[in-house]
């Protein structure tokens, strides 16, 4: 017998729920871990409030250096009104964007899926959304929040929408390695009709499809991609877009499936991967137990199959939480959608662990 694989995973808890939901997805791992035979050895980190409680500033030097040597990384949440009233450098929020900087991470991933059991939290007609399983790709360091020049005075203010060719191709290959893994559909979502910009990202995005032949490749203008993801999001596999776009047209997806505290998110780009739910730090409901862990479980199957590609032990925690969903199992937050039980935070994690292990 060969020796079972090592991986090392850098956690930062973070701010308000951040400790209780990463506690939960962390109680998944080990479980999944071990039933599948690999090794995760964790090393924590500070950001965010947290850090500027027990060193002054909200991204310390050691996490950056630290996260750096790391497989992945799993993060929570962070920020919160008691450090509302500092200084923009040292708010916690100004702590993750530098962490995300640093890591270099262009490619933001997320995914939009909607539970069979859940149709009835979204403000969609359930059989809109049945079965919609989509994955927004969005390019996350480059574009008009990037671009130069900018600039505001007191007559005009200007930012420029700015794409390299690398930059292009690089987001373009992930999002065509992603659609390998899926249906093998990709809608890139542009303004080519009014945009240069738009115009020379999709004869990149065409060039790069002559690589995956598999891949079905089609193009959607953002305002109608907008229409689309409300009248029929069945439609997409995967979205590929540009900051902006992807920005706007992700948050929308998102509310498809209805809740919050259900979504996961990856960036990933040069190095490192970062892996987190994509809601907040929940400061009204911090501390009480009830906070749903199922966006920071997904997050770590995300980081298994993206980041370590241990698929079997992604397809595990995934079909888990489908299993906790059906068997009527909810935390609070969807109290109201044909729940058999209500569980606290931990509860649904030990249901996690234990179906995941299985
Ligand atoms: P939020 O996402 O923290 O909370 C919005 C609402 O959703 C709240 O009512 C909250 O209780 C609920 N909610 C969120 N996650 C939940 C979960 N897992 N289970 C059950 N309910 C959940 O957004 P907000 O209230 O606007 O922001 C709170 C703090 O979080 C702020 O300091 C904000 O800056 C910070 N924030 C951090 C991140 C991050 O760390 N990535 C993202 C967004 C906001």
Same mark, same amino acid.
């Given at each position: 017998?060969?020796? @079972?694989?090592?991986?090392?995973?850098?956690?930062i808890?973070?701010?308000?729920?951040?400790?209780?939901?990463?506690?939960?997805?962390?109680?998944? %791992?080990?479980?999944?871990?071990? =039933?599948?035979?690999?090794?995760?050895?964790?090393?924590?980190? %500070?950001?965010?409030?947290?850090?500027?409680?027990?060193?002054?500033?909200?991204?310390?030097?050691?996490?950056i250096?630290?996260?750096?040597?790391?497989?992945?990384?799993?993060?929570?949440?962070? /920020?919160? +009104?008691?450090?509302?009233?500092?200084?923009r450098?040292?708010?916690?929020?100004?702590?993750l964007?530098?962490? &995300?900087?640093?890591? #270099?991470?262009?490619?933001?991933?997320?995914?939009?899926?909607?539970?069979?059991? %859940?149709?009835?939290?979204?403000?969609?007609?359930?059989?809109?959304?049945?079965?919609?399983?989509?994955?927004?790709?969005?390019?996350?360091?480059? !574009?008009?929040?990037?671009?130069?020049?900018?600039?505001?005075?007191?007559?005009?203010?200007?930012?420029?929408?700015v794409?390299? &060719?690398?930059?292009?191709? &690089?987001?373009?290959?992930?999002?065509?390695?992603?659609?390998?893994?899926?249906?093998?559909?990709?809608?890139?979502?542009?303004? =080519?009709?009014?945009?240069?910009?738009?115009?020379?990202w999709?004869?990149?995005v065409?060039k790069? @499809?002559?690589?995956?032949?598999?891949?079905?490749?089609?193009?959607? $203008?953002?305002?109608n991609?907008?229409?689309? %993801?409300?009248?029929? +999001?069945?439609?997409?596999?995967v979205?590929?877009?540009?900051?902006?776009?992807?920005?706007?047209?992700?948050?929308?997806?998102?509310?498809?499936?209805?809740?919050?505290?259900?979504?996961?998110?990856?960036?990933?780009g040069?190095?490192v !991967?970062?892996?987190?739910?994509?809601? /907040?730090? =929940?400061?009204?409901?911090?501390?009480?137990?009830?906070?749903?862990?199922?966006?920071?479980?997904?997050?770590?199957?995300?980081?298994? &199959?993206?980041?370590?590609?241990?698929? #079997?032990?992604?397809?595990?925690?995934?079909d888990?939480i489908?299993?906790?969903?059906?068997?009527?199992?909810?935390? !609070?937050?969807? /109290?109201?959608?044909?729940?058999?039980?209500?569980?606290?935070?931990?509860?649904?994690?030990?249901?996690?662990?234990? $179906?995941?292990?299985?």
């Open positions: 017998m060969g020796m @079972s694989k090592s991986y090392r995973i850098g956690v808890k973070g701010d308000g729920i951040g400790p209780e939901i990463i506690d939960e997805a962390i109680k998944v %791992l080990d479980a999944v871990s071990v =039933a599948q035979g690999f090794n995760l050895k964790y090393e924590e980190f %500070l950001l965010g409030g947290s850090a500027i409680d027990a060193t002054g500033v909200p991204l310390p030097d050691e996490t250096k630290g996260v750096k040597t790391c497989d992945a990384v799993l993060f929570g949440a962070i /920020g919160g +009104p008691k450090w509302d009233n500092l200084e450098h040292l708010r916690p929020e100004t702590g964007l530098g962490l &995300r900087k640093e890591m #270099g991470t262009f490619a933001n991933l997320r995914p939009a899926t909607v539970y069979d059991e %859940l149709v009835n939290a979204s403000t969609l007609k359930a059989s809109v959304i049945k079965g919609v399983d989509i994955m927004v790709v969005r390019e996350l360091t480059g !574009g008009i929040y990037f671009g130069e020049p900018r600039e505001l005075n007191e007559n005009m203010a200007f930012n420029t929408m794409y390299s &060719r690398g930059e292009v191709e &690089r987001i373009a290959k992930v999002a065509f390695e992603i659609a390998m893994k899926r249906e093998k559909r990709i809608c890139s979502v542009d303004k =080519a009709n009014v945009l240069e910009v738009s115009q020379f999709r004869e990149i065409e790069m @499809s002559l690589n995956y032949p598999e891949v079905e490749l089609t193009h959607m $203008y953002v305002d991609a907008a229409m689309q %993801l409300i009248r029929s +999001p069945k439609q997409f596999d979205i590929l877009t540009g900051n902006i776009f992807g920005d706007i047209l992700s948050d929308a997806a998102s509310m498809l499936s209805g809740s919050i505290g259900l979504l996961p998110s990856a960036s990933t040069r190095g !991967g970062l892996f987190e739910p994509i809601h /907040g730090s =929940a400061p009204d409901i911090a501390g009480q137990g009830i906070a749903n862990p199922l966006a920071t479980i997904s997050s770590a199957s995300m980081m298994l &199959r993206y980041a370590l590609e241990e698929n #079997g032990a992604s397809d595990k925690i995934d888990a489908k299993k906790a969903l059906q068997d009527g199992y909810r935390t !609070g937050d969807l /109290g109201d959608f044909d729940a058999k039980e209500i569980v606290s935070c931990s509860q649904m994690g030990d249901i996690i662990a234990d $179906y995941s292990s299985k």
